[in-house]
């Protein structure tokens, strides 16, 4: 019922030398949806976890985590959990949520065993955590809309922010999801690095057949991965993240590391990319 994946931290110097299938092995996270687990990564960026529960029918309990060598995986750790499926429900610290498709739900340190019911298909991400921050589910209506681009450079689109200081208090952990407008694809032009975070990317909302094309690397040694629905990707703090996609879908980003400041990114213009 669970499965623990651990991904090293990479050195941009090694990241120059990778191959496609390299790079996919260390920062493309694949599967992470499959009926009757919780499948999660362990990365060595700053102890962020992600990963997927799927109940199908059966109650699934994330508790204990060997990789956390706690009690419990929150025992010192927050979570975030994004519902990209049906409706279903979340339990923990004997309160219960439901949870319908685009909720999310910020569970504090100290939460305890954390149970997923029903027909959700939960996108799970985690940080360690100093102290315990209040429980609490957002509804899209809640979130911070943020509205950035334009339709004459196709990177039009809609930034809702979740766990983020405008709208809930967390110790690192900030989450949201960005929405393009029809007939926009980049979701992060122009591109930027903050080598004070790491960052998270889940791409979900696309048809089978669709692909997103994301760029990632140094921002004059960039290097590319063909990402397909609900796949997710790893962004250390030294790469730039952008993608371009076919056809409609959305991005979940999340970030861990040294400040909650969701503007501090270092800038990277088109002309500057190579």
Known sequence: MLSVETRHAIHPDHARTMGTQELREHFLGTGLFAPGEIRLIYTHYDRFTLGGAVPNGAPLTLDVVDETRTATFLERRELG????????????????????????LY?????????????GRFYLVSAPAHRACSHRLIKLAEANRVELGEAATSNKRVINQFIHP?????????????????????????????DRRMEAYLYWGMTPEARVLHLMGEPTETRHMVIADEEAVISPPWSIHSGAGIGEYTFIWAMAGDNVDYTDMDFVQPADLK
């Open 81 to 104: 959990i994004v519902n990209i499926g049906g409706t279903g429900r979340v339990s923990a610290a004997g309160e219960t949520w439901e949870m319908g498709r685009g909720d999310v």
């Open 107 to 119: 569970l504090g340190m100290g939460a305890g065993p954390v149970t997923f019911e029903g027909d």
């Open 166 to 194: 405008t709208v809930m208090e967390s110790c690192q952990l900030v989450l949201g999801y960005t929405q393009l407008v029809e007939g926009s694809v980049w979701n992060t032009m122009p591109a930027h690095v903050h």
